[in-house]
């Protein structure tokens, strides 16, 4: 049974160019160990990548590895893309990172003339709708985009004009040698999550997993699917090896999740005791992102997989003025201060690194801040940048103890022991000292 093997070029050398074993830093190359082996194998669609101009080109050396990753919600490419092109275009001028994820695309996924949301029609969720005149001017103002900038782009998208995510990859770089669109591991290698919030793409370096995380919401049927969501990433987290998981992953994206107490402002008491009070359990009331559960949640992640928050590595200390990658909006009506998350901000955008890439990092960086939201780019959300220092650059050792040390400074930021010492609701033992906490209803 094949799967889905997405070459990075058609014209790459000969195998026998290529490690046989090992990366530079001693981890299975992709060539060997991909994605696929996580899963279980599936019928493939037999869909390849899109030839791209230079597919024909003549054969060149090895294409440099990813190390620059930009993780952002763009809340509408096609909006910013119309509305705010010049930050746009200074953004990936002066950064030039070789990969951004892009949450909340939204743009609606490719299906027959005339499709509307919900019609049952399939839809090709990697590929942008053109069902409408104005859908197909849109899809072609973001293919152009992206390629003036010299990236190529990998979607996921929905059927209607929500959630989404997108891949874009530097053409100069490695292409992925693998895509999947799903956290379910039985799932074909075609399938995609339904509201094309997934992407995993296979390196030589390492894994890379996009999400788009739901938000938690305000009903109880929001918190068990948030829940459920939780529940999937740990199960890939658990199918790969988890910590010991033979190839490192980069997990980025908007992870919808202020991980600790300083990672909101300016009060976080406000966050939790002013904002979804109305939840059934305890532990799931607060402003969503930052309840008691999903921080738990987020904890037993980092810990089932081995990974650590690349920008807490080299900013232990929480300052929520310049560590939040979400700020509210400025009042419609009156005065900016009339909005009610004017001036206030959550960290809910990560990039995620195996224990053995953390001391990697060699800059990671929010690329925005204020009230009036500096080179957020249109908006609510800014980029945040991590730079992984090239395989044979790497610092010896895994790195985690930095990181660890900033969440602990995190959580003990003003203020956090009223709250974070609550007992967590019983739950599902994952992994040696982790629990997922569960609100009063079942998912």
């Not at 599936?42 to 050396?61: C, I, L, Q, T, V």
């Amino acid at each position: 049974v094949s799967r889905a093997a997405i070459p990075a070029n058609n014209n790459q050398p000969p195998p026998t160019t290529r490690p046989t074993t090992t990366t530079a830093r001693g981890y299975p190359p992709a060539s060997l160990m991909s994605i696929a082996s996580f899963f279980k194998r599936a019928e493939s669609s037999g869909s390849k990548r899109p030839r791209e101009e230079d597919d024909d080109a003549a054969p060149a050396a090895p294409k440099p590895h990813v190390r620059t990753l930009a993780a952002w919600n763009a809340n509408s490419l096609i909006q910013r893309i119309q509305c705010n092109r010049p930050d746009l275009d200074r953004f990936l001028r002066e950064h030039s990172p070789d990969v951004v994820f892009i949450s909340e695309v939204r743009s609606p996924a490719l299906g027959p003339a005339g499709c509307k949301k919900g019609d049952g029609q399939r839809r090709q969720q990697d590929k942008l709708s053109r069902a409408s005149h104005s859908l197909a001017s849109e899809a072609d103002a973001i293919a152009r985009f992206v390629r003036q900038h010299g990236y190529r782009a990998y979607w996921s998208l929905a059927e209607y004009k929500y959630a989404g995510t997108g891949l874009l990859v530097k053409a100069a770089c490695e292409q992925p040698r693998e895509l999947r669109h799903s956290l379910d591991p039985n799932a074909a290698a075609a399938t995609h999550q339904t509201e094309g919030r997934v992407i995993l793409a296979s390196f030589e370096r390492f894994d890379l997993l996009g999400t788009y995380t739901p938000n938690n919401g305000g009903s109880e049927d929001a918190h068990a699917r948030r829940r459920r969501w939780d529940e999937a990433c740990a199960a890939l987290l658990q199918r790969r090896g988890g910590a010991a998981a033979a190839r490192p992953l980069v997990w980025l994206g908007d992870l919808n999740v202020a991980a600790e107490w300083g990672d909101v402002g300016p009060d976080p008491g406000w966050f939790r005791d002013k904002n979804g009070q109305g939840a059934a359990h305890a532990d799931d009331r607060g402003q969503p992102g930052f309840t008691p559960n999903e921080q738990a949640r987020f904890r037993s992640l980092l810990a089932a997989g081995g990974l650590v928050d690349a920008y807490r590595t080299l900013h232990p200390v929480a300052n929520w003025a310049t560590d939040v990658t979400w700020r509210g909006c400025a009042g419609k009506d009156g005065p900016p201060a009339a909005g009610r998350y004017y001036a206030k901000g959550m960290r809910i955008d990560y990039v995620l690194v195996d224990r053995r890439l953390a001391g990697s990092v060699v800059r990671a960086e929010v690329l925005g801040g204020g009230a009036e939201r500096r080179g957020f780019l249109g908006s609510d959300h800014c980029p945040l940048l991590v730079e992984l220092a090239a395989a044979e650059e790497a610092k010896e050792g895994d790195g985690s103890r930095a990181a660890e040390a900033g969440h602990a400074r995190a959580a003990s930021a003003t203020g956090s022991a009223p709250h974070d010492a609550r007992p967590l609701a019983d739950g599902v033992g994952l992994g040696a000292g982790a629990r997922w906490p569960v609100g009063s209803s079942s998912s």
